[in-house]
Each structure stands twice: as C-alpha cells, then as structure tokens.
C-alpha cells in the first residue's frame, strides 16, 4: 500500500513564503512524475508544477516565477517552494504521484490548506 503525507501548509500574509512537502511511502518500485495541484472550492483541481524523475519542471503560468518544484529521490519526497505569496495563491493543495509498485498507478494525499491574507 502506498502513502502520500503532505506538510508544510499554514496561514501566511501575502508576500511571504512556505514551503510544502510530501513524502511517499509503502511498496514502491519506483517513482515517475510528481506534482502539486490545488483546489479552489466549487472548481476543477489543477496542475501547480509537476517535476519528472529527471528532473524536468512544469508549472501553471500563475506561478511561474514564484514556486519552485524540486525532489529527493533518495527520500521519496517532493518539495513546493512558493514566494511571492498572494492571496489568490489561497487553496488546499494536493501532491500527487505516479508510482510503480511494480504496476503504475496515480496516487493523491489528503491536501494541507494554504492561507493567504491580504
């Protein structure tokens, strides 16, 4: 069974910073993509950054420039920096993964909320 546990979310005033992660654990065989997304209530999820097993970056245009996406494949682990915090940065945000057990599958943690005031 795998696991993905978020951390790192909280209450923030706009410009200031947080940092998320998110560790997977369980059997694994290996970890492919990774990524952030987040949800506003009422609205579809969508993609934050998303970092490839090498290392390859992807980021929604909102962000881009602010949140850094990185990972420790040693510690199974992504990271979300995020700067520049605004307050419509304001969601629950999600890490997902995609991870062979052998078999390769999608997988969701429980989201921590971000908070922005203004």
């Known amino acids: 069974q795998v696991q993905l546990v978020e951390s790192g979310g909280g209450q923030v005033q706009a410009g200031g910073s947080l940092r998320l992660s998110c560790t997977a654990s369980?059997?694994?065989?290996?970890?492919?993509?990774m990524g952030w997304y987040r949800q506003a209530p009422g609205k579809q999820r969508e993609l934050v950054a998303a970092?490839?097993?090498?290392?390859?970056?992807n980021y929604a245009d909102s962000v881009k420039g602010r949140f850094t996406i990185s990972r420790d494949n040693a510690k199974n682990t992504v990271y979300l920096q995020m700067n520049s915090l605004k307050p419509e940065d304001t969601n629950v945000y999600y890490c997902?993964?995609?991870?062979?057990?052998?078999?390769?599958?999608?997988?969701w943690g429980r989201g921590t909320q971000v908070t922005v005031s203004s």
């Open positions: 970092i490839t097993s090498g290392g390859s970056t």
């Open positions: 997902n993964a995609q991870i062979a057990t052998p078999i390769t599958g999608s997988y």
């Open positions: 369980g059997s694994i065989f290996s970890i492919n993509a």
